[in-house]
């Protein structure tokens, strides 16, 4: 992706915003538990957690404990806890919800773009095309940065942007796995035959340009993030060390804003409990270290790291002791420029349930808090955008950053 464009240099020392992606829809209702509602219990006999266990954020919800390690992220402030966040009309496919959450609602379908992607219309132009035999730009940072095999729709835009994607990380020594297509001798090879050929079409042209500061690019960042020089033990597991290589970038100065990491297998349809309580702890273990780290580098103050995931789990648990496809789920943000605390209100369970009788979904109801007020205050409190340009219609914003 970074061969797509070049874009203007982001300037150093901004803000940088930290997207987690928790993918297969995460179970929210044991994520933060309304262990203060009886019906809880009653409908998860074999998966609720008990009280006593739970890391308490007020009288009514508490934390999974294997969150714990959130704990003094907690206690500094640091840690916000949005409940019941999610869209009306929610929609159960993971393919479909996912595209809402990141094209930023049903509605924006229609522009095709991510809310970053607009965001970075907005804010970052694109330079003027290259002019033929131009050397490589003097500027090699991507505006946003990927891990994974596919491109978010976060990032789609408009215009073309220098969004850097890579593949996958090698855990046994923190580094990434190489880039199939630009190492690869063939593929390689006949786009060097292609940039040596005489320039005449703007397109080649423009490729001579780009590719070139892709290999600097690449080479910049293997660079940097196989010699981390980490402020903090991570965890061995890929989602930490994908975090580990962020902070290594930001703190060697990258002008990169957005970066975009996930861990999956959230899609807990039967054998949940011991299986949830696992991603929970990778999850919390590898967001604590990261968070470590920058303090330890001095840029705790300019990251932001905000989870999210398509839908939450159905209240009541299924027969695999699992639970199903549901609508709304906390999110969670966390940075030395939060403002921790419980943001929103836990969805309310029906106070009688027959035994065995699966309850109605909790709905999208004055209760629920919509995932574009999060983005908005986001756009808004930190990114220094103005929400207004990436929304239809402006949504309001939360407490969190203010």
């Known amino acids: 992706q970074s061969a797509m464009a070049a874009t203007p240099a982001p300037e150093k020392d901004r803000t940088v915003l930290v997207l987690v992606q928790l993918a297969g829809g995460n179970d929210g209702l044991n994520t933060v538990v309304p262990f203060a ?142 880039r199939d297509q630009l190492n690869d001798p063939g593929t390689a090879g006949n786009l060097r035959t292609l940039l040596d050929q005489a320039v005449q079409d703007p397109q080649v042209s423009y490729l001579s340009h780009a590719y070139p500061d892709a290999l600097v690019t690449e080479e910049k960042i293997n660079k940097l993030i196989a010699n981390p020089n980490s402020g903090a033990t991570y965890p061995g597991n890929d989602f930490a060390q994908q975090l580990r290589a962020i902070a290594a970038l930001v703190g060697a100065g990258l002008s990169t804003r957005v970066y975009y990491v996930s861990l999956g297998g959230f899609d807990t349809h039967a054998g949940q409990l011991g299986r949830h309580a696992e991603l929970l702890g990778t999850l919390a273990n590898g967001l604590a270290a990261f968070q470590q780290d920058l303090a330890k580098r001095g840029l705790a103050d300019r990251v932001l790291t905000m989870t999210f995931s398509e839908f939450g ?52 109801d004055e209760r629920a808090t919509d995932f574009r007020k999060v983005y908005a205050t986001i756009l808004k409190s930190w990114l220094g955008g103005d929400p207004s340009k990436v929304f239809n219609t402006a949504p309001s914003t939360l407490g969190f950053l203010g």
């Not at 219990?41 to 934390?63: F, H």
Request: hydrophobic share 30%; aromatic share 8%; charged share 20%.
């Open 37 to 178: 509602q009886d019906t809880y219990y009653k409908i998860r006999p074999t998966l609720g957690i008990k009280a006593e266990n739970l890391l308490k954020l007020n009288d009514s919800v508490g934390l999974h404990p294997s969150l714990a390690p959130l704990r003094p992220m907690m206690d500094a402030g640091n840690l916000a806890t949005v409940q019941n966040v999610g869209y009306p009309n929610p929609n159960r496919s993971h393919f479909t919800s996912m595209n809402i959450w990141e094209y930023g609602g049903p509605e924006e379908f229609k522009k095709h773009t991510g809310w970053i992607g607009r965001w970075f219309d907005a804010e970052c132009p694109p330079e003027a095309a290259p002019k033929p035999g131009s050397p490589p730009s003097a500027h090699t940072d991507p505006i946003g940065f990927h891990v994974g095999k596919q491109l978010p729709e976060t990032f789609l835009s408009k215009q073309p942007h220098n969004v850097y994607t890579r593949l996958t990380v090698d855990t046994r020594d923190g580094t990434f796995a190489k």
């Open 313 to 364: 789990r159905r209240p009541d648990e299924n027969a695999s002791q699992g639970t199903d496809h549901g609508t709304m789920a906390p999110l969670f943000v966390c940075g030395a420029g939060v403002k921790g605390g419980v943001y929103g209100q836990s969805p309310l369970l029906p106070k009688k349930v027959k035994k065995g009788q699966p309850i109605d979904d909790h709905p999208f």
